[in-house]
C-alpha cells in the first residue's frame, strides 16, 4: 500500500530528498513508508546502513509537511488507491 505517484507528491520527494541529502538513487526507498502506519516505519539500527532508516523517515516526515499530511490521512489516502488499483483491474 502506498501514495499514488502524483505531480504533487513527486516534487515533494525531491524537495524532501534534498532537505535530507538523500542521493536520488535512493528515493524509490522512501515510497514503501508513505501510507504505511508511522508506527510501523523502520528505526535506525545503528549499523551505519546507507542509507540510514532515520533518513528515509526524515525524508518521508518531511514529505507529509509539504503534502499537509497525517498518519491517518495518508493511510486514508492509501487505502482509498489501493481500492481504486483493484477495481480498475476487475474491469
Partial sequence: M???RTPDL????VAAS???DL???YRDCVRP???VPMSQ???CCGRGCEPCASTLVAVAEAIYDR???DDATAQRLAREYEAFQDAA???
Fill in 2 to 4: 502506498s501514495l499514488p
Fill in 23 to 25: 542521493p536520488v538513487h
Fill in 41 to 43: 516505519w523502520p528505526q
Fill in 10 to 13: 513527486e516534487a515533494a520527494l
Fill in 67 to 69: 503534502l499537509g499530511l
Fill in 89 to 91: 483491474r476487475t474491469r
Fill in 18 to 20: 534534498e532537505q535530507h
Fill in 33 to 35: 513508508l508513505l501510507g
